[in-house]
């Protein structure tokens, strides 16, 4: 948004506010609902089922009868449960997933019961941290689970559950700094407003991979599903709740779906502007027209998760902790550079579009050339390395080397002091015994 | 710039009460998760605080660094040393007890007396104007960063990047062997003297199939081998009831 729009921000009546935060509290509770039923139907669809179709038109009001149910369920509390901790933690998970929508916007300055106020709860220069912020909160709340269940599986898939977090967070926080670079902000409304020619998905298309991997991992959702491995966790985390609390992970679980979809949608697909072909009609990017392009696109991103869940099988954890340290991170790292670089060559440096291709070419060459020279030298040290071992296999095997007992070099054959013949064994013969 | 408004004073008095709540629990609790979740209190906290006194940026990076990394590290240690252990309340320094009062109250001291009597008479600037010279909290930060702390930023991070390094590699273990393989590991279970198949499953054949119900062998004689070695160690092996007299007289003698 422009300058003069910031002052829109934090100066809504107060019977305004509670209608922004009960009107985000329903929205987010039916997206679970709906979420849930919708989720449920792809997946029947995609194994060749129909899936709940019974209650209410075309069973959309599944959902909301298993809630009722989920709620009226008999409570078990186990016996070694620390109960502060066990009571606390469903509380923490669910209020993180609905405090961090307080800065999505949803749509344009609006006309609410005669007072003029964004479409947004609110939002400060550093809201996109907030988010990063809560979700890091949220994450306490699967941890202490785990914890006050007293029990050894909640305990390993909280853990577990918790490292995979932190760690996607690091490259989701990643995949920010180059949209940061090209919005010039980390608040919201003007990375929103910075994307109306284009979406960042497209000309930050690297950025936007490696978030939409990253969300993915965030929320436990499959393929990286891991906390929740039945085969080796039962039920992960909240393997030892029930009743409401269970429905507070639940709902959890699933808003926080719909809240990386939505900074997704944010960060990289224009927010609430409409797409193409509808933008061209004057009357879309105003009123409450918004909305609906933001539930469309942020429906998109839920779609895809369904979809890798009904296609793909989960990983290995000590793949997937590898993929995110090993993969992602140096991958994003490498995309900040080369964007910062851009940034300030088109920036400061007056440069013609010739001199920059002639330039990035010889970058090019140069690195080309380069990893052939390291490539080549680090082969000729390999073969001088094995041409030393060679030699030093070919040598018997001195147990007293440089006036110390040493033990055999790979491949060397140690005697045996036997009190028959004398035996001749290598060394994984003489280790293994 | 001296006045505070009631939303202020109301975030002031709620905050402060909390994360001296807090600070006060983390040294109280018996319990090590306890005294992790109060510190986690006061860092939320101080970081509403931050926020709150127009520094939105260290206020956010006190959650996501203090709270959301470095709490969650001290947890997973924690919960991975015992899920049930509390802290021994054995003193290993004598007089540790009196040492920490005494160092504790000077610094109570300083900070009352010295911090008090260095600031009093000092005008609250605020951060208002700081944050407007640059256009925001965070552009503030970065020029002064990049700047005219430059240096003291950069050193800062290769400091810290040498003691990831220095963990990492007093963390790392060299591999002089390759790994055996599951063939190989295979074969030398054959070579051992062990039984090499599947150990039997706890309470086969018995009457009970629970983890410390010792498994019945094909003469009817009850084996431990089914029972985990955490367990066997503890002496958590219940006894065998079965109709077969001999098979009782084996387990009394268990």
New interface residues.
């Given amino acids: 948004m422009t300058d003069g729009q910031w002052g829109w921000f934090g100066v809504d009546p107060w019977w305004i506010v509670i209608v922004k935060v009960l009107g985000i509290f329903v929205l987010l509770v039916l997206l679970t609902l709906f979420t849930i039923w919708w989720e449920r139907r792809v997946v029947s669809r995609m194994q060749h089922r129909i899936g709940p179709n019974r209650v209410g038109p075309f069973g959309l009001l599944q959902s909301l009868m298993d809630g009722v149910k989920l709620a009226l369920k008999e409570e078990i509390v186990p016996k070694g449960v620390?109960l502060a901790?066990y009571w606390i933690a469903p509380i923490i998970s669910a209020t993180m997933a609905f405090v961090a929508f307080a800065v999505i916007p949803f749509g344009p300055l609006v006309n609410m019961f005669g007072v003029q106020t964004p479409l947004q709860l609110t939002d400060?220069?550093?809201s996109v941290?907030?988010v990063?912020?809560i979700a890091?909160?949220g994450?306490?709340g699967i941890?202490?689970a785990?914890?006050a269940s007293?029990s050894?599986y909640p305990?390993l898939g909280?853990?577990r559950s918790?490292?995979q977090m932190?760690s996607y967070?690091i490259a989701m926080g990643l995949s920010f700094v180059a949209v940061f670079l090209y919005a010039g902000s980390?608040s919201t409304s003007e990375i929103v407003a910075s994307q109306e020619p284009i979406w960042f998905a497209v000309i930050l298309l690297p950025s936007f991979l490696i978030y939409v991997t990253a969300m993915v991992g965030e929320t436990n959702r499959a393929p990286f599903d891991l906390p929740e491995a039945e085969g080796e966790l039962v039920g992960g985390f909240h393997t030892e709740y029930s009743s409401m609390k269970f429905a507070l992970f639940f709902l959890a679980e699933y808003i926080n779906m719909v809240t990386v979809s939505a900074l997704a949608t944010t960060l990289f697909l224009g927010g609430w502007r409409a797409p193409w072909p509808i933008s061209l009609w004057e009357a879309s990017n105003t009123g409450y027209w918004p909305i609906l392009w933001w539930l469309v696109k942020v429906q998109i991103f839920i779609f895809v998760f369904i979809w890798l869940r009904g296609t793909l099988p989960r990983l290995r954890y000590d793949q997937f902790m590898k993929f995110g340290w090993k993969v992602l991170i140096p991958v994003s790292i490498a995309w900040i550079l080369i964007v910062a670089t851009a940034r300030v060559l088109r920036n400061d440096v007056t440069m013609t579009n010739t001199q920059i291709l002639l330039i990035g070419g010889a970058i090019i060459v140069v690195l080309i050339l380069g990893s052939w020279l390291l490539q080549s030298r680090s082969d000729r040290k390999a073969a001088e390395q094995e041409e030393a071992e060679a030699k030093a296999m070919a040598r018997p095997f001195d147990a007293m080397a440089g006036g110390y007992p040493v033990p055999p070099m790979p491949g060397q054959h140690v005697t045996l002091p036997t009190r028959r013949a004398t035996s001749s064994v290598t060394t994984?013969e003489a280790?293994?015994g | 710039m001296n006045t505070v408004n009631t939303g202020e004073a109301i975030v002031f008095w709620v905050c402060a009460v909390l994360s001296v709540l807090g600070a006060v629990g983390l040294i109280t609790s018996r319990?090590a998760?306890?005294s992790a979740?109060w510190m986690?209190l006061t860092m939320?906290n101080l970081?509403v605080l931050y926020i709150a006194n127009n520094a939105?940026?260290l206020g956010?990076?006190q959650?996501?660094v203090y709270?959301?990394?470095v709490m969650?590290l001290f947890?997973?240690v924690i919960?991975?040393v015992g899920?049930?252990s509390s802290d021994s309340l054995i003193e290993t320094i004598k007089g540790q007890r009196f040492l920490a009062m005494v160092l504790g109250l000077l610094l109570i001291v300083i900070m009352v007396w010295g911090l008090g009597s260095s600031l009093a008479g000092l005008p609250a600037v605020g951060l208002g104007e700081a944050n407007r010279i640059d256009g925001?909290?965070?552009q503030g930060i970065a020029h002064l960063i990049f700047t005219d702390y430059l240096i003291v930023f950069e050193v800062t991070s290769a400091l810290l990047i040498t003691a990831a390094m220095g963990a990492m590699v007093l963390a790392h273990r060299e591999h002089w062997?390759p790994k055996p393989t599951q063939a190989q590991l295979s074969v030398?279970r054959f070579?051992s003297e062990e039984h090499p198949g599947n150990r039997p499953n706890p309470g086969i054949y018995a009457r009970h199939n629970a983890v410390d119900t010792p498994a019945l062998l094909p003469d009817g004689t009850p084996t431990d081998a089914s029972i985990p070695g955490a367990l066997r160690a503890r002496g958590e092996i219940a006894p065998v009831d079965i109709n077969d007299g001999r098979a009782i007289e084996e387990a009394d003698s268990l």
């Fill in positions: 620390h901790v400060f220069p550093v941290l907030y990063l912020a890091s909160i994450i306490y941890v202490l785990g914890w007293g050894i305990l909280g853990l918790s490292a932190i967070e980390m994984q280790i293994d | 319990k998760v306890h979740l986690a939320i970081a939105p940026f956010m990076v959650v996501i709270t959301g990394a969650m947890l997973f919960m991975v899920v049930d925001g909290n965070v062997q030398a070579k």
